[in-house]
Structures are given as structure tokens and as C-alpha cells.
């Protein structure tokens, strides 16, 4: 099992069929081979032609840009439509991951006021975002799939732990929302059945260790502890 950050390059590897080798590592007990690569010791850390790339984001335009002529194009020849991906990819980390986080390490349950106003603040954001898609999708930009596609999957294809750990994501269904919740539904279909997705995604049954620790606030990763000290993406 991966963390998310991880799943955006692997995505974007396998989508791309570029040959890389793959080095799992523990994040809580950091090799000397990764601080070498990464002083800050986060993942994925990439090493391309013996030099090191970190950031998920830039490794995935990286290995968008280095490697042209393999598998679908992820970004638009067009320079507006590439800046606007990089707008809404900075949406997705700026606002939609701590959005989630805070919902989901949300505490105490027993607050139902609380919890329920962290899980509007997470459906406003993805709300937001979904506007933004193509209308007739399935994937961001339209019928083919895009790098913000992949740069949100990981997230998009957890979105089961609020149902197991939050009572639900509590998706609205009709009101003047419901073309926008129908898009976002499609959209989260295909990204679930893209092959590239599905061969580096875990069973939930892996999961659930680790997401136990994040509905609890007992997570100690950089991301939980940003989250409780009321903090973005770290």
C-alpha cells in the first residue's frame, strides 16, 4: 500500500508505460539512501539520470514532459488549457486534501454540528471542482484522460472511508446540484476502472489499519500533524 502523494507519480508511470523501478521505503524511519535523494525525507522522491525530483505534482509534469512520446498525453498542446490544469491541480492540493483530512480526522464523532460542518466544507470543494469538468467528461477535460485526472485519483478512489469512518459522505441527490453530483459520480466511475489506477491501488481490507489511525487523529504523518495544527499540504 501506498500513501496517495506516492499513488499520483506510480499513476502516472504506469498510464505512461514508463519503465522505472520501484523502492518502497518506511516514511517513519527514513533510509539514508532517501535523505541523500530528498533532505526533507518525503515521498515519492524520483531519481532520474542519477539527480533527484520530490514534489508529487512536479514529478508527474516532469515525467509528462520527459517522456513525450510514451503512452496518452496528459497536457494539452494549448497553453491556457495547461494553465488552467495547473489552477485546478493547485485546487486539489491547496483545498480539496485538507478538506478531506479535516473531515476525516474530524473528532469527536459526537459532535454531529462539527462533523457535519467539515463534510460541507469537503463537498463545497469538490462541488467547485466538478464545475470546472467538461460537461460531458468523463474525465476533467472531456473523453480522454488528463494529468489533474491522475493527480486526484488517489484521493477520489478513498473516498470510501467517510462511509466507513465518518457515517458517509452524504452525497446530495436531486436539488438544483444534481446535474453537477451526476458528472461528479461519472467522472469517479471511470477513474475507479482506469486499468493504470486499479494496478496501484491496495484492497481496503489494507487500508484499514491505517485509516483507523486518521478518523481516530492518532495519525502521525507530516500530513496529519499539518491538519491538527490547522495547516495545508505540507
Known sequence: MVCPFVGRAWTVLQEKNIPYQYIEVNPYHKPDSLLKLNPRGLVPTLQYDNKPLYESTVICEFLEEAYPDHGP?????DPYERA????WTDYCTSRIIPAFHRFLQFQPMSDTEGLEEVR???LGHLKEFT????SEGPY???KDIGLIDLVVAPWAIRLWVFDHYKNGLNIPEGGE???VWSR????LKAIEERPSVRETTSEKEKYLSIYQKYADDKAQSELAKATRKGRGVP
Open 73 to 77: 498525453k496528459l497536457l494539452s498542446e
Open 84 to 87: 488552467r490544469t495547473r489552477i
Open 120 to 122: 460541507q466544507e469537503f
Open 131 to 134: 464545475k470546472e469538468m467538461d
Open 140 to 142: 476533467f477535460s472531456g
Open 177 to 179: 446540484d444534481s446535474a
Open 184 to 187: 461528479f459520480n461519472k467522472r
